[in-house]
């Protein structure tokens, strides 16, 4: 089972990024799947997430507005595109996948976890 994170880096307050994960090892399109985050010093906290059929989708209040989860089955991918990037979304990303989820925010629902992209919103 591998999931794999790309497209952080620095950005500037106002910028966007896209971020990817990359699944492989197991059956993709029978997960939801969950983006959390873990700011410098902070405890790892849910930014959103979407079920296997991608028609549900639950958003953190922090980002709702602001970033928008999606997935392709056919890719085995899920992605997460950031828009209005503040310093605060600052913090290393993780993606994560939830068999048979209904696009919890609890960490202890998820199964598998990418090793994370660092992201930086910073001047």
């Known amino acids: 089972v591998q999931l794999v994170e790309s497209g952080g880096g620095l950005v500037q307050p106002g910028g966007s990024l896209r971020l990817s994960c990359a699944a492989s090892?197991?059956?993709?399109?029978?997960?939801?799947m969950g983006w959390f985050r873990q700011p410098p010093g902070k405890e790892r906290e849910f930014v959103a997430a979407i079920t296997w059929t991608g028609v549900n989708r639950n958003y953190a209040d922090s980002v709702k507005g602001r970033f928008t989860i999606s997935r392709d089955n056919a890719k085995n991918t899920v992605y997460l595109q950031m828009n209005s990037l503040k310093p605060e979304d600052t913090a290393v990303y993780y993606c994560a996948a939830d068999w048979g989820g209904l696009g919890s925010e609890r960490i202890s629902d998820y199964d598998y976890w990418g090793q994370g992209t660092q992201v930086t919103v910073s001047s």
């Open positions: 090892g197991f059956s993709f399109s029978s997960y939801s």
